[in-house]
Structure formats: structure tokens, C-alpha cells
């Protein structure tokens, strides 16, 4: 074990000679790629609803069960159109504040505004019994985010929804692969809207979906994502270049053959995560309950500073150090980000447990490119970390 003054921060060598980021990319062998990427210069088909992106709606319309997926060209994108879809321009959306500002903001550039809910210090997604005071007259929509792939209360949301005649919105960016009971997480709501930004397990180097069950939600957002003729579906009443390019929906198709593979992978280094982190100190390792299944792309654990002895970000600040590029998703909550946090109405909201995530959450690396020994290496200078914290604590204190 190092000594305290032996820590990359206060000048030692780092753990490891590189850095080991979040969203570690999962990307197919290159021969894969190359092959796909000859076909497309071959066709000079590069956009505009070729071949492959025609098959990767197909493909993944079947991976989710459901009876439409529309891609599009990344996940902020697939949240504005179906915004769009949904028929709606203005009224309130209620959604959690504690999310990738995409989220927000891709509703509110849809024209609705945002009502901004507390989330389960468990789940860290939103309840209904969170949501049920937000609704009024203004409300059209909820739009729940399956954050880390964790299901956002699918049942009791839809019956909410339902009971106040609302539409309900999922943000499944992190979920590709997670299921809820057996189920898909794409199947929930009246749609779910999918990311496969590099960082993502389905890798497509940006890219996004739209899923829905319902032939006329997805024919609006077919018609909105292009402007070309043989794509007009619906009456709408705008549209955008959102389209999937050939070379997205290459790396998409390869990306998805290897998902069970890469989830198989993932499971195996949260294992050990869970196992070592799981029982130190002010860890909380978040884990899926045992009727869902995890992706496991983000290693989410929740920091209690006085039982560890550091707080979370004098930890990651400890373990960039160390080339272990943590990182403190989702803070600030989007309530304190422009533009929402100059707006009266949200300069004095109070979301307990949005701050208190905010403060305490640490993601750890995951993803392909990581070894197992990669992971045990950083589970071994966490325990390290937190072993020294009183003295590390001190030495960060008088350092400032
Ligand atoms: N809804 C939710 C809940 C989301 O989390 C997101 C996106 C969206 C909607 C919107 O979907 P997109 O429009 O993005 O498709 C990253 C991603 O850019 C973003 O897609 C993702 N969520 C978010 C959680 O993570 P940053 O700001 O953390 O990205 P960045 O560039 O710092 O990358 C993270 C780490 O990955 C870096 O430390 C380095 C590594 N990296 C990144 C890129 C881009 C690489 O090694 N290679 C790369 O090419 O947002």
C-alpha cells in the first residue's frame, strides 16, 4: 500500500500510465468496420435512409419487442422529435432534475416547460408518489429517465398517466440491453427514447431511437426526423434533419451483434466492484433489484463522507490523480444549470435528494476496453484511499 505523501496528488506516480474513463468505448473489432465502411464508400450511399439504417430500425425494433424504432441522429434528438410526435408545443412536462441536462433541455427546445421533481434516493429515478403533487391543469406529460438503466417505476407511472390522461415519456438513453420484469425497457410508456453516443453500450459514435408501440406516434416522428418525400407520414407540424447517417448505422448494427457479449463482460466487472466496494465504509453500490437486468455500463455508488471518512469529491479528486477518471454525474442538478437556474420559478426549488446525489455520487469506469485486473487494481487503491482517509482528509484540508 502507498504512503499518504506516495498518492499521484501529492506527487507520487500515478496507478495507471493512462487515464481509465467512464463510458469506456465498446466498439466492435476493426475488420468489422472496415468491412461495413467499404460497403457504404461501395454503394456511396452515405445518408438519407440507406440500406443500414433501414436495418438497424428493423434490428432494433426486434431487440426491444416492440413495434417501431426510428433512429435518428443522437439521443437529444430523439427526445425533441418525440416530443414533436407526442403533438405536443407548450405545457408542462414534469421530469427529474437529476438527469444528463439532454434530458431537460430537448424538452424544453420542444416548447414544453419543465416541472422539475425529486427523485428515490434508492432508485435514482422518479416516483409516481413524487410526481402526483406536481400534476395541474398545465401538465401534459411525464417524462420519467431510466437513469443508469434503472427501470423508473414503470407500473405505477403508466397508471398515474393514465389516470390523469397524461403522456408518458421515457428516457431510456442509459437502458439498452436492461429489462424490468423480463420486459425490455423500451417497451414502458408511450415511447422511449434510446443514445448510442460512444460512451454508450450500443456505440454507434453519436446516434439515437425512438421506440413506440403505437403506428401513429411513430409515423409522426418518421415524418418529423426528415424532410424527404417518401418519409411523410403524418401531418406534423415541424420537421428536422435528425436522420441516422450509413456510417452510424454501421457501427450501430456491429455494436448491437456484440451487446449480450459486452453486458456479459460488464456484469462480470461490476461483480467485483460490487464485491470489494460493496462492503467498505459509506459505500453504497447501486445494483439492480432481482426481477431487472443491468447493461452495468455506469458503476454508480453513493458516498456517506462521514462513514468513509472522505467526501466524493476529495475521493475523485484522489483518484484522477491516479488516472481513475471518475466522474460526479449529475452534478449540479439541471435545476441549477442555465438557463433554468436564472428563472424565478426554479431559483428557490428545493429537491432534497437531487442535492444530496449531487453531492455524493461517484461513477466508476466500466466497458469493454477494461480488464478485470483493471478493475481490481482500482478497487485495491479505493480501499487503500479510504483506509488513509483520516490522514488524507487532514493532508487535503491543509492543502486546501
Ligand atoms: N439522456 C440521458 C439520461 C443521457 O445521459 C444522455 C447522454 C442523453 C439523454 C443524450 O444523449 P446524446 O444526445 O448524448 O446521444 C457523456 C455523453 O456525451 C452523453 O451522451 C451521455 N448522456 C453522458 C452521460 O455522458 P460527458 O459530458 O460525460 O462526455 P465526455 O466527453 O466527458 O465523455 C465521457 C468520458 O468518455 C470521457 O471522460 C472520455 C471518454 N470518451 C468520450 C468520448 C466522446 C472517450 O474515451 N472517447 C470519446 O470519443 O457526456
Redesign the pocket.
Known amino acids: 500500500m502507498k504512503h499518504p505523501d506516495q498518492w499521484a496528488l501529492f506527487g507520487g506516480k500515478p496507478t495507471f500510465a493512462q ?1 481509465l ?5 465498446n466498439l466492435p473489432q476493426w475488420d468489422k468496420i472496415e468491412t461495413t465502411f467499404r460497403g457504404i464508400f461501395e454503394r456511396q450511399w452515405y445518408t438519407n435512409h440507406g440500406p443500414l439504417a433501414r436495418e438497424f430500425d428493423i434490428a432494433f425494433a426486434r431487440h426491444l419487442g416492440v413495434k417501431h424504432a426510428i433512429a435518428v441522429s ?6 425533441m422529435v418525440a416530443a414533436r410526435a407526442l403533438g405536443f408545443e407548450q405545457g408542462e412536462v414534469i421530469v427529474p432534475s437529476f ?2 441536462p ?2 431537460v433541455q ?1 424538452l424544453s427546445w420542444a416548447g414544453l416547460t419543465p416541472v422539475f421533481c425529486d427523485v428515490s434516493a434508492a432508485t435514482h429515478t422518479l416516483t409516481a408518489e413524487q410526481a402526483r403533487p406536481l400534476i395541474t391543469p398545465s401538465t401534459v406529460a411525464i417524462a420519467g ?1 431510466h ?1 443508469w438503466g434503472q427501470p423508473c417505476a414503470p407500473e405505477s407511472l403508466a397508471a398515474l398517466a393514465e389516470e390523469f390522461g397524461l403522456a408518458l415519456l421515457f ?1 431510456a ?2 437502458a439498452v440491453g436492461c429489462t424490468h420484469h423480463g420486459r425490455p425497457l423500451g417497451q414502458f410508456g408511450d415511447l422511449a ?1 434510446f ?6 453500450v450500443v456505440n454507434a ?4 431511437c425512438i421506440a413506440t408501440d403505437d403506428d401513429e406516434l411513430a409515423a409522426r416522428a418518421r415524418t418529423i426526423r426528415s424532410f424527404h418525400p417518401g418519409e411523410h407520414y403524418a401531418a406534423v407540424t415541424a420537421r428536422i434533419n435528425g436522420k441516422m447517417s450509413e456510417a452510424q448505422a454501421g457501427l450501430a448494427l456491429l455494436s448491437l451483434a456484440e451487446l449480450e457479449s459486452n453486458i456479459t463482460a460488464n456484469r462480470s466487472r461490476h461483480i467485483i466492484y460490487q464485491q470489494r466496494l460493496g462492503d467498505l465504509p459509506g459505500m453504497r453500490l447501486l445494483t439492480p433489484e432481482a426481477h431487472d437486468t443491468s447493461n452495468h455500463q455506469y458503476v454508480t455508488v453513493v458516498i456517506d463522507s462521514e462513514r468513509a471518512g472522505l467526501s466524493r469529491d476529495q475521493l475523485a479528486l484522489l483518484l484522477d490523480a491516479e488516472n481513475i ?1 471518475c ?1 460526479r ?2 452534478a449540479p442538478g439541471t435545476h441549477q444549470l442555465p438557463p433554468f437556474r436564472d428563472h424565478p420559478a426554479y431559483r428557490t426549488l428545493s429537491l432534497p435528494v437531487t442535492e444530496r446525489l449531487c453531492r455524493d455520487v461517484i461513477v466508476f469506469p466500466n466497458g469493454a476496453p477494461m480488464t478485470e485486473d483493471d478493475v481490481v487494481k482500482i478497487c485495491d487503491v479505493v480501499e487503500a484511499l479510504l483506509r488513509q482517509a483520516h490522514t488524507l482528509r487532514a493532508k487535503l484540508e491543509r492543502t486546501g
Open positions: 487515464p474513463h467512464v463510458g469506456q468505448l443522437n439521443g437529444t434528438v430523439a427526445l438527469t444528463f439532454a434530458t430537448a429517465v437513469l428516457d438513453a442509459h427514447t443514445s448510442f453516443h460512444a460512451t454508450k459514435a453519436e446516434g439515437g477518471m466522474r454525474y449529475f
